[in-house]
């Protein structure tokens, strides 16, 4: 599932933003990208880490909001070139992508509720990173894994497949 955001860096005068790609069943973010700006490229370096790490099976299907830079041409034709299928959420259905709203809302709670904004787009990129690989894939138990984190349930998954 992709998910862009925006958080608040330079005192809050200014944004950065993240472009992210989780597994839908695990819950683990498997490819993300922050920059000053948000156009195309950063959509699809995520997209490229999480293709390289997942290295998918044809016929995936990645999911994503009607945003200009999922929606792209680019963005379009490398889904493609990987094999996968292109989904979008239907226009005016908030419900297509609950799954993707409610699991961010933590990422903003969590990470921004001591600091507030980010000092520096790079210290957006060490503390975001942190956070995601850390401990949102690590440690964070979430209620609908069973209160595992993604890590755990991905090795507890693993551990039951033939």
């Given at each position: 599932?992709?998910?862009?955001?925006?958080?608040?860096?330079?005192?809050?005068?200014?944004?950065?933003?993240?472009?992210?790609?989780?597994?839908?069943?695990?819950?683990?973010?498997?490819?993300?990208?922050?920059?000053?700006?948000?156009?195309?490229?950063?959509?699809?370096?995520?997209?490229?880490?999480?293709?390289?790490?997942?290295?998918?099976?044809?016929?995936?299907?990645?999911?994503?909001?009607?945003?200009?830079?999922?929606?792209?041409?680019?963005?379009?034709?490398?889904?493609?070139?990987?094999?996968?299928?292109?989904?979008?959420?239907r226009p005016g259905n908030p419900y297509d992508n609950a799954q993707a709203e409610a699991g961010w809302s933590s990422?903003?709670?969590?990470?921004?509720?001591?600091?507030?904004?980010?000092?520096?787009?790079?210290?957006?990129?060490?503390?975001?990173?942190?956070?995601?690989?850390?401990?949102?894939?690590?440690?964070?138990?979430?209620?609908?894994?069973?209160?595992?984190?993604?890590?755990?349930?991905?090795?507890?998954?693993?551990?039951?497949?033939?």
């Open positions: 599932m992709g998910r862009g955001h925006h958080l608040p860096a330079a005192g809050g005068r200014r944004w950065c933003y993240l472009a992210t790609w989780r597994d839908a069943c695990s819950r683990r973010v498997v490819g993300q990208h922050l920059a000053a700006q948000m156009p195309t490229e950063l959509v699809l370096a995520a997209l490229e880490q999480a293709l390289t790490l997942r290295q998918p099976a044809p016929g995936l299907i990645i999911h994503a909001d009607r945003g200009s830079q999922y929606t792209s041409h680019a963005c379009r034709q490398r889904i493609h070139e990987a094999g996968a299928v292109a989904s979008y959420a990422l903003k709670t969590e990470l921004l509720l001591h600091i507030g904004s980010f000092v520096s787009l790079e210290e957006a990129r060490l503390e975001v990173a942190y956070y995601l690989d850390t401990y949102f894939n690590l440690d964070r138990r979430h209620s609908a894994l069973g209160y595992r984190s993604p890590h755990q349930f991905e090795t507890d998954l693993a551990h039951h497949l033939p």
